[in-house]
């Protein structure tokens, strides 16, 4: 299966991604990873890595569908059967949700419903959570509300800062996203309404 992954920023999902990988675990190819910013780090990422990458400029299309139909361009030639969200800070347009409906995921840093958008870890700590952690999920038309995939509890100790608790949540996304891709790439979930099934 061919996977493309879509980034804003340092990539470091990727990474763990790209790492699953390279050492066997997820027996997929990435072929390709999609910026809509020319300066992310995920970029350097992935052609350190030999991957092809595709800058997308939002300012080239005069609506999301258009900037989404010109992403799609990239999937169909690259034979995608999975897009993985990692640090992609743009809303994707129902056109492309439901193209892809159901191999579109998403990774957000805390354990949704709570605290969606885009200050998730922040948003937890400042509420004074004892327990946050990331979600992985599938995407639907709205913001941070698809099936969930997977979920990793991270608890807030009496010592921990925003700066420890935002380390404790990436490490917990590192082990989860690879985790849920595998499981994809496995055939082994399945959507039924809001559920996802694991099998085995
Ligand atoms: C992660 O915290 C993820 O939960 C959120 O964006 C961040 C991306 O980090 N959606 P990175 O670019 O993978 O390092």
Redesign the pocket.
Known sequence: MNIAVF?S??????QAIIDAVNRGEIKAVISLVISDRSDAK?LDRAKKAGIETAYINPRDFSSREEFDKQAINYLEKNNVGLVVL??FMRLLSPYFVNRYRNRIM????SLLPAFKGTSGIKDAWKYGVKITG?TVHFINEDLDAGPIILQKPVMIDQSDTLESLEEK??RA?HQIYPEAVKLFVEGRLSVEGRMVKIRG
């Open positions: 980034a920023g340092r990539g470091t999902n990727l995920a990692a640090g998403n990774i957000h840093p990331p949540i990436h996304e």
